[in-house]
């Protein structure tokens, strides 16, 4: 009995329970002060990061301190005046998991907000050509056919699930960020 107790013991720690990995609680961690290391095509160990395809969230890394810290750095890291963004990706700062911020410039305040597991489920009417850059693409501009009016659906920091129409400038980040998460980067897509 001791012996299958130790077994599933083992199991138990080698699968994991959900929630963040090791690895994963390294990145969230790693550095001093609040503004992350962004991934760059620069780099070929960041590039090769970012062309991979992200994992999803679980309902485990909810009300964790790892998502807390996780949400407080990407925001203080896409908000860094040194190179300032209006969308940020979790795969941007090194943790392939489906999570983005983007500010919502639909909304009084134009807030930043956080969405897990965002899928873009419609994209409505025609893609009109529009100017991007990428906070993991420096020194680029590019432009690129994207759809004005979305219909997304997320689970929020609560892991509560939503689904929203998005429309206009906004719109346009969500598919830039969501992108992010399939390992797609805006140059792949100009015109």
């Known amino acids: 009995m001791k012996r299958?107790?130790?077994?599933?013991?083992?199991?138990?720690?080698?699968?994991?329970c959900g929630g963040f990995s090791r690895q994963e609680r390294e990145v969230i961690y790693r550095g001093e002060g609040d503004i992350m290391q962004v991934m760059s095509i620069a780099n070929r160990e960041d590039s090769l990061l970012l062309r991979r395809v992200s994992e999803p969230m679980d309902e485990k890394m909810v009300g964790s301190e790892e998502l807390a810290t996780l949400c407080r750095r990407m925001l203080a890291t896409v908000k860094d005046p040194a190179n300032e963004g209006v969308g940020i990706a979790a795969?941007?700062?090194g943790l392939?998991?489906?999570m983005v911020a983007v500010q919502r410039f639909d909304k009084a305040g134009e807030p930043f907000e956080f969405f897990l597991n965002p899928e873009i489920i419609a994209m409505l009417g025609e893609n009109k050509p529009g100017g991007e850059g990428c906070l993991s693409v420096p020194d680029m501009r590019g432009v690129v056919s994207r759809s004005h009016h979305?219909?997304?659906r997320y689970r929020d920091v609560d892991f509560v699930e939503h689904t929203d129409t998005i429309e206009g400038f906004t719109a346009v980040i969500f598919q830039h960020e969501v992108d992010h998460l399939d390992g797609v980067l805006y140059i792949d897509k100009t015109e």
Do not use: T
């Open 4 to 16: 299958f107790i130790a077994i599933i013991f083992s199991l138990v720690v080698f699968v994991g």
């Open 91 to 93: 795969p941007q700062v």
């Open 96 to 98: 392939l998991r489906r």
């Open 150 to 152: 979305i219909v997304l």
